[in-house]
């Protein structure tokens, strides 16, 4: 089958997974023993990843804490943020971040944090206006995703953070969704925190990193407790085939020419669909925009019934997200302004890096017919 989903998961390439074999099969041994060699050789491996995952993001190696994933990421910098507290007491999130940055933040809400929804405009670009308004002096930290995972809107970070530098609120990003483009700066996006995710860009699942800027590094607290591995703020012993495997991933990202050409097929899948489903919509906005991302909107019927009729020959996603078996509209199409019955006709296609032509254009014959038949 074609598979036109990679903002879920991203295929491995064949440089991460041969990096990951001989620590799956013969360095076995744990990467915090320091009393042996075998020890060591596990360490070295580690160190070297984290310091690819430093090179990706533009951080210092030691800036670095590895996690099972962005999940994880993002509700370690929330609650151990907040964990370290000692005075203000607001927190603002964006409109459109994941459920792993909203949820953590509503668990504060119950234990009597001050909780702001930071709005975003149609094209889901966060409205710099309002939020200049919801962060002040109370305003403990901002937590706002770099770049969309449903639409592929891009935040203006450096913007963002100029606000909350005024203020003297701590800002975090959910980066998951710009490892896999480059397009995460740590320093230019001016952020204290970010998470990513390996098998967004290429590596395994099961693994990920909180950037903890040297300079934050003690506005943050554990809120998982154990041993002292990464410095204590994610206790437990490291999985060292995941952590080589992400960082063979952040060494093999795309230049600008690949990113460049990745655009291009994206842009032709879009034209595609456009010609063959008369009345598609494009939701969000055209640029700035993830390279692979496409949410379109069918002019009738019901995405899901469409997606469905599509296995198993072509993977590509809803736009609503479901949850504990509950569909419901997606959060982040409301909050650009589509209805419920738009979000329910919606469609997400993510591209990747090695998406060809011949596939996308395989992939809008398929969704065209299989329009036509629901
Ligand atoms: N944030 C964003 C923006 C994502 O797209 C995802 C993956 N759906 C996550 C967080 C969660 O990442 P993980 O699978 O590594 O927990």
Redesign the pocket.
Known sequence: GIYLDH??SAPPSPTVLSAMMPFISGIYANPHSDDHAAGWAASDAVEAARAHVAGALGAETGEIVFT?????A?NIAILGVAEAATDRRAIVVGAID?K??LAPARALGRRGFKVHIAPVDDDGAIDLAVLGDLVNDDTLLVSI?A???EIGSVQRLADISRICRDAGALLHS?A??GLAWGAVDVEAAGVDFA?V????AGGP?GV?ALFVSSTSADRIAPVIHGGDQENGLRPGTLPTPLCVGFGAACTDLPDEDGIERWREVTDHLLAGLRGAIPGLRLNGAPSPRHPGNLSVLLPDGDAAAVVARLQPRLAVSRGSACTSGTPEPSHVLRAIGLSAVEAERTIRLSTGPGTRIEEVERAVALIAAAVRAT
């Open positions: 903002q879920a099972s994933g962005a999940t994880e993002n994941h792993s940055v995703g770049v969309n995972n959910d998951t969704q998470s995710s390996a098998h967004k699942k990920g």
